[in-house]
């Protein structure tokens, strides 16, 4: 190749590298001269709430995958419905479900304080995700930033977009590549079901009809979850290590514990059982992946640049 060749031939490879790596505008270092407390600020206040309500963690990290999954990590999820505005909170799956925005308005309450009008909330919520991770002994890993606000919200979107704990193993995998997810990446992001809890009216068909469950697991949660009444009482996704951030939740997969019909399908003979095995044993590779998956997962469809705004309060726009 010639001298010029092989220069344009750089050229060119640099400039598809810049259009084709996803979210070249997003970076960890985002706010490193605007804000550079962003990432202690957050911390210290996820330490608080968590040392408050361990389960705050888990509640965050599923709040910034409803958020993710509908028209992207744009806040959208954390917009309160008003006279003339629909949001996505009443959304079927998240109705008297997804919880932490008052943690969230406090993030972003210290953030305001410290660096005014520059820190998106969906940011704030990926941030936010990473270390309540990371502080219920979970792994980390750097989160790009530099996701602006959404204006809108869409509450058909999270009715469609969310999957349901109710989808069989080729829906949900059909649910996650909408997203541009992969099945390891479905099955490694399940495993966020190693903290938090969930409530008998989505468990009671899988602990009452299934027969894939251990007998005494389907007992033990019987017990508070009632064949009629009880919709709302709670149990652990993980009864093992329920405020602990660890590979626990796949042991239980192969041991037919798995709480969530969603859950229990990545390991009944399908496609998922070996790499389900593999972190089981392994919560090295499970911490690996997870955190990869998280990174891909916080880049759907972000606003950037000058789409969005950067919201004064999460719960309503400017
Ligand atoms: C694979 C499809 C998924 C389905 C069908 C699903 C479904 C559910 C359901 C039904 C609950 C209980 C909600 C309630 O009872 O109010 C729940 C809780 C939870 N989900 Fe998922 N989920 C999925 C994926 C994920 C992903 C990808 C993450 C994050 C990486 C995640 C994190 C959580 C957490 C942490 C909780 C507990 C929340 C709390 O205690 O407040 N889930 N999920
Ligand atoms: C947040 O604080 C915890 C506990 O002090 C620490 O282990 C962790 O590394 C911090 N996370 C970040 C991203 O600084
Ligand atoms: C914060 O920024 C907003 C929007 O730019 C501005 O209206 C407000 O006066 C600022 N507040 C402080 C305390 O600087
Ligand atoms: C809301 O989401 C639905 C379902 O995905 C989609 O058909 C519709 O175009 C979206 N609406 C707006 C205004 O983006
Ligand atoms: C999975 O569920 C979908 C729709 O919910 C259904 O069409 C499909 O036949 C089911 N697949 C299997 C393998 O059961
Ligand atoms: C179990 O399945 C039967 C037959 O389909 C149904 O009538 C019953 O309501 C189911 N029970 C629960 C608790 O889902």
């Known amino acids: 190749m ?6 344009f031939y750089v050229i060119v490879s640099i400039l598809s590298l810049l259009a084709f790596s996803s979210n070249a505008n997003l970076s960890p270092h985002f706010y490193a001269r605007t804000c550079p407390n962003l990432q202690t600020i957050v911390n210290n206040t996820m330490k608080q709430a968590i040392a408050t309500e361990p389960r705050i963690g888990a509640s965050i990290l599923r709040l910034f995958f409803h958020d993710c999954f509908v028209q992207g990590c744009d806040a959208s999820i954390l917009l309160d419905d ?7 909170k009443t959304a079927f799956p998240n109705i008297n479900s997804v919880r932490g925005f008052e943690v969230i308005d406090n993030i972003k309450h210290n953030v305001e304080a410290a660096c005014n009008a520059t820190v998106s909330c969906a940011d704030i919520l990926a941030l936010a995700a990473r270390d309540g991770v990371v502080l219920l002994g979970g792994p980390s890993w750097k989160v790009p930033l530099g996701r602006r606000d959404s204006r809108t919200a869409n509450k058909s979107a999270a009715n469609s977009d969310l999957p349901s704990p109710f989808l069989n193993l080729s829906a949900l995998i059909t649910s996650f590549a909408h997203k541009g997810l992969t099945a390891r990446d479905l099955t490694a992001l399940s495993g966020g079901h190693t903290i938090g809890k969930a409530q008998c009216q989505f468990f009671r068909t899988r602990i009452y009809n299934e027969t894939n469950i251990d007998p005494n697991f389907a007992a033990t949660r019987r017990a508070t979850c009632p064949v009629s009444g009880g919709n709302t009482n ?11 951030f660890d590979n626990n939740y796949y042991t239980n997969l192969v041991n037919q514990r ?6 229990q399908v990545l390991f009944n003979g399908g496609s998922q059982d070996a790499l389900v095995s593999t972190y089981s044993g392994n ?7 997870f955190a990869v998956a998280m990174v891909k997962m916080g880049n759907i469809s972000p606003l950037t640049g000058t789409n969005g705004e950067i ?3 999460c719960r309503v726009v400017n």
Do not use: Q, Y
Request: hydrophobic fraction near 35%.
């Open 82 to 88: 008003t006279a003339t505005f629909i949001g996505e």
């Open 2 to 7: 010639s001298s010029i060749n092989t220069c």
């Open 258 to 263: 798995g709480l969530l019909h969603s859950d």
């Open 283 to 289: 919560s090295a590779a499970f911490f690996k992946d």
């Open 311 to 313: 919201r004064r309060n």
């Open 234 to 244: 709670l149990a652990p996704l993980d009864t093992v290590t329920p405020t602990h």
